[in-house]
């Protein structure tokens, strides 16, 4: 028996050309693209088909363009697989967000202009900061704690075994990954960000967050939503908030989520949105696990043939 969960993608999964062949493809999609571009006020649609990419990769542009594509997936394959269950959500970072609008704890339009104000204000963040952030691979939890110990950067993101990412001030991460190689790590890489997400340099963006949160009406999820920053289900509307705004410095905890989902018996997985980050975290992390995805004619065409199967 299948006990499936959604997964949506983070900022970083955003590509020209995301979401076009959707949008051509069928009509509905075309009319979510509309409808975003008349919340948010602008061709949010154009941006996502065409670019130009460095348009499309600025922080206010890239979250709302990844939450309204992975919106899209999962509208399509429902109206493709209406006998789809779910009965959990999760979602990277960003992707927190198209988790808890799946969930119905917020509409599509308060999910849309939020993560665009959000993105607003961590861009505001890393233009009045000098961060960065870089992949480290190949050293486990322990070995990289360390190193982020040694060098005054934090620990960011706990991907997957083998996979984490760290983030702070500029020539502190330049200091991080020549200490990881010295570690063993089997790869270091500085990573082509805008500035130091998840990390304290982020904190400026918070009390700006919050008031955007604060004028939104949360209601409980439907179904499980697990949080980035605490591994588990989100609890009640009132716990909502303050776990989004604390998301914005605190470690995304992704492993453990995915943990959490496997140890309550969830055993199939579908990222929805660009890109397939999250399935290649989840081979890694348990490699029995059921993977499909939806980000483009071609996924939904063949996750919609598997799920009939």
């Known amino acids: 028996m299948k006990k499936t969960a959604l997964l949506f993608a983070g900022q970083g999964a955003q590509f020209v050309g995301m979401g076009k062949d959707l949008a051509e493809g069928d009509p509905s999609a075309r009319a979510w693209f509309d409808r975003a571009g008349g919340v948010l006020g602008y061709d949010l649609a154009r941006l996502c088909f065409e670019g130009p990419e460095a348009e499309l990769t600025r922080t206010e542009n890239a979250q709302p363009g990844i939450f309204l594509v992975s919106w899209v997936a999962f509208q399509l394959l429902q109206q493709r697989v209406p006998a789809l269950r779910f009965e959990a959500t999760a979602g990277l970072s960003?992707?927190?967000f198209t988790?808890?609008?799946?969930?119905?704890?917020?509409s599509f339009e308060d999910g849309l202009r939020l993560v665009r104000q959000r993105g607003r204000f961590m861009q505001e963040a890393c233009e009045s900061t000098r961060g960065g952030m870089a992949a480290i691979l190949g050293l486990d939890e322990a070995a990289t704690r360390e190193v982020c110990a040694k060098s005054g950067v934090v620990l960011a993101n706990l991907?997957?075994?083998?996979?984490?990412?760290?983030s702070g001030a500029s020539e502190n991460i330049t200091a991080a990954v020549e200490l990881a190689k010295t570690k063993g790590a089997k790869r270091a890489i500085p990573l082509p960000v805008a500035g130091a997400y998840h990390s304290p340099l982020m904190a400026s963006a918070q009390p700006s967050l919050q008031a955007e949160l604060a004028k939104v009406q949360f209601v409980a999820p439907t179904i499980p939503v697990v949080s980035n920053v605490t591994a588990r289900p989100h609890g009640g509307p009132s716990e909502i908030l303050p776990r989004l705004v604390e998301q914005v410095t605190a470690s995304v905890r992704w492993e453990e989520s995915m943990r959490t989902l496997l140890a309550l018996g969830f055993n199939q997985f579908i990222e929805l949105g660009p890109g397939t980050?999250?399935?290649?975290?989840?081979?890694?992390?348990d490699k029995n696990a059921s993977l499909l995805n939806v980000g483009d004619a071609a996924s939904l065409d063949a996750t919609t043939a598997a799920l009939k199967a």
């Open 94 to 96: 960003l992707g927190e």
């Open 99 to 106: 988790a808890l609008a799946v969930a119905g704890a917020l």
């Open 159 to 166: 991907n997957c075994p083998g996979q984490m990412v760290i």
């Open 277 to 285: 980050a999250l399935s290649g975290f989840m081979k890694r992390i």
